[in-house]
């Protein structure tokens, strides 16, 4: 029995893990069960799954989770300090980091050095601070499984392959709901067609990231930490129908690629149930169902931020995470209609522009450039707002 903590059990998924958790309740059980603010799903879910402990990210919503767990054994804890406390617990096997954004780096920081293999589902993690992530891991021997399905597939590929040099991997990404259209397009796009994502069920801050390719910019960044490649062997390719979910091009010239229907419980049973596939049923991939399978180069022009990951990766130090903190000013803004569609692009440039580099940044510089940016960029927002 795998004993699991689901940091972020009430997102997308979470709640998809608490599904393969129900389907191989011989396999697995819940240990800890966190959210930031939804309270009330979180203890529909602690009153499900029994847990040892549940925390609750908002602090001001403490008192309403204690007292409606009051009649069970389940210790409730509230406040970020709290992650960080549950991932070091003896009754923990496994940590599914799936916080939402930089709220993940420091507990996956502390599940490692606490010796908890990691399924990795926040990729903002290594977005900021791979180059401590990826050592610490190898330091303490802990696995990092990654939980994306691109990265997922990768790591499918990979396996069997140690001695084998990776040439390149190819990240496919589905296009989002406005691929095919131009910087004029886009210019007026609303909250709501942003939010309508012609594949995948994800929440809204991932959505609008894969709608503006900055979820495939984000992963470009992980891919790199993860699989220790450089930027010039990772090409992304837009993949309509989300069938490949990415590929491994070997130095003989060989691809390998892992196809399925697009579905986020495949590569969370995957990584949970790691090193043995479990049996799952899950739709199954048929090609009489699918005429063609068709691969286009993505529009960089049009959608910048694709772009702007890439040259933060070339750059390095800590300006992956300069991006990925005015990214999440950029899109929280959007989604209150602040500012357009294309402003995010805008936002991330200036930030990147104007924020302070360092090439050889430790845990409290990344700690401080995330607080710096996040003030530059909401004062770029306001600007625009006057």
Known sequence: MKRIAILGSTGSIGTQALDVVMQHSDA??????????????????????????VVIGDE???????????GTSIQVLAGADALQEVVCLD?????????????????????????????????????????LIMPLAREMGVPILPVDSEHSAIFQC?????????????????????????????????????????????????????????????????AAWLFDVKASQIDVVVHPQSIVHSLVQFEDGSIKAQLGLPDMKLPIQFALG????????????????????????PDLETFRNLGLAFQALDQGGNMPCILNAANEVAVAAFLKDEIGFLEMSDLLADC???????????LEDYITTDKLTREMAQLWVKQQNK
Do not use: C
């Not at 697995?28 to 402990?53: G, I, R």
């Open 158 to 222: 990979l396996m069997g392959e140690s001695h084998n040099p990776i040439e390149k991997v190819i990240l496919t990404a589905s296009g989002g709901p406005f691929r095919g259209k131009k910087r004029a397009d886009l210019e007026q796009v609303t909250r709501a067609q942003a939010l309508k994502h012609p594949n995948w069920s994800m929440g809204a801050k991932i959505t609008i990231d894969s709608a503006s390719l900055m979820n495939k910019g984000l992963e470009v960044i992980e």
């Open 274 to 297: 790691y090193p043995k596939r479990m049996q799952a049923d899950f739709p199954r991939f048929d090609f009489r169902n699918f005429a063609s399978l068709t691969f286009e180069q």
């Open 352 to 362: 990147m522009a104007k924020g302070t580099f360092l090439l050889n940044p430790s």
């Open 60 to 70: 001001l919503k403490y008192a309403f989770v204690k007292k409606a767990l009051s």
């Open 91 to 131: 009754n923990v096997d496994i940590v599914l980091t799936a916080l939402v954004g930089y709220a993940g780096l420091l507990p996956t920081v502390k599940a490692i050095k606490a010796g908890k293999p990691i399924a990795l589902a926040n990729k903002e993690t290594l977005v900021v601070a791979g180059s």
């Open 28 to 53: 697995f059980s819940v240990s800890v069960l966190t959210a930031q603010s939804n309270a009330d799903l979180l203890v529909e879910q602690a009153l499900q799954f029994n847990p040892s402990h």
